[in-house]
């Protein structure tokens, strides 16, 4: 977002002077050599790119014809380049160091870390840092537009994925929800159940102990009918053994017609 936005800030400032745009805005270098892109151009980086119209002041990239580029020439790692600056980068070497070569005319040696050396003995260390670090910028914004589509197809489906999800956790709420009234109602279920077993033990203890007491005086009225039974036995024989009143009568009869006799 913060390389887009310094894109769009300087889209506002493409037009530059006198309605030009400044070179670099319109230059793409090769990943790893925008700091020798930028010691090249300089101060003329934000030069504007054509001839104005009439004789104003201030400094233009009018253009002229190519020359035939040296060996491994910048040019070659300056993709579209605009031909105002074709002539500039045509004649610049570009190596990871400084080897001393001897350079010809209107050449220029200049390092990937952008330590610049011209045909004529100027030399520059540390020149155009800020161009170098917008046109890096404009190389990862590049880069991340390229990243950008996969990447947001991932991050859609994500979102998707997502949304999805999080329909199936409000449906497992909404379960999760009855789940648990259900579930109170059985756990009272279970409370109601565990005091009518409570009360049910109870009443069984009184039913055991009742049945105990009955089944106590049972005997109790059992072993009293025996002993009732036997003494009802025992005073029928002693009845029995008594003698009869009629026998005595007749016995007393027959000894007194003996007595007679």
């Not at 500039?88 to 990871?96: G, N, T």
């Not at 002693?238 to 000894?255: N, V, W, Y």
Request: proline content about 6%; some cysteine.
């Amino acid at each position: 977002s913060a390389l887009e936005r310094d894109r769009q800030a300087r889209a506002k400032q493409a037009a530059g002077k006198h309605g030009l745009p400044a070179a670099i805005d319109r230059v793409r270098a090769a990943p790893g050599y925008e700091r020798a892109l930028a010691a090249v151009l300089g101060r003329d980086a934000k030069s504007p790119l054509g001839a104005p119209q009439g004789d104003p002041e201030g400094r233009f990239w009018a253009g002229a014809p190519e020359p035939k580029p040296v060996p491994e020439a910048l040019l070659s790692h300056v993709g579209d380049c605009p031909p105002q600056l074709a002539a500039r980068l045509a004649l610049v070497h570009v190596a990871d160091a400084d080897d001393g070569r001897t350079l010809g005319p209107g050449e220029w040696l200049v390092t990937r870390t952008g330590a610049l050396r011209r045909w004529d003995g100027f030399i520059a260390r540390g020149e155009g840092a800020a161009e170098a670090a917008r046109l890096e910028a404009e190389n990862r914004l590049a880069e991340l537009e390229r990243l950008a589509p996969p990447r947001r197809e991932a991050l859609a489906e994500a979102e998707r994925a997502q949304a999805a999800a999080q329909d199936e956790l409000a449906a497992l709420q909404r379960e999760l929800i009855v789940d648990e009234r259900s579930l109170q109602g059985t756990a009272e279920a279970e409370r109601q159940a565990l005091r009518a077993l409570d009360q049910a033990e109870a009443a069984r203890e009184r039913y055991s102990a009742r049945l105990a007491e009955l089944a106590a005086t049972t005997e109790r009225l059992s072993e009293e009918r025996r002993a009732a039974e036997a003494e009802h036995t025992s005073a029928q024989d002693k009845r029995t053994a008594l003698p009869s009143p009629d026998a005595g009568r007749a016995a007393r009869d027959a000894a007194h017609a003996r007595n007679e006799a």
